[in-house]
């Protein structure tokens, strides 16, 4: 014989709720702003979106290689792993947003703690890459080699 085991209403509610909060909190749509141990920001590719929009003329960076596109407000071209010898070639006010973005996320999360250690403060990094922006949308653009 099989015993029957009844769960309370409220525990069962509140255990959906449970679910339910850490399920918002993983992202759902993957969106919303997070913050890495090294102290970077990660956003989403519509959120990226809005934060360039809301910041004309901030400093992108595409640090993918080789070439494989690049988002319509691309300021510089710096390959992930020549950013200490391209350090020139960045914005002099290191507490200045910094945007940067690869194809899939793995290059700029390299690229993201070599510009904390020259000093930038303030850098967004584009969660999942150009991937992900194709993925949600938006456009590329695609030069010619």
Known sequence: MIAKRWIHPAAAA???????????????????????????????????????????????????????GELPATSAFIAFDRIRESAASLPADKSAPLYIYCRSGRMSAEAAPVLRALGYSNIIDLQGGMNAWRAAGLAIIEKPP
């Open 14 to 68: 509140a255990f959906l709720v449970a679910v339910a909060a850490i399920l918002g909190a993983c992202g759902g749509s993957g969106d919303g702003a997070t913050v890495t141990p090294a102290g970077v920001t990660t956003l989403g590719p519509l959120a990226y979106r809005d934060a360039l929009a809301a910041a004309p003329g901030a400093f992108v960076v595409n640090v993918h290689t080789p070439y494989e």
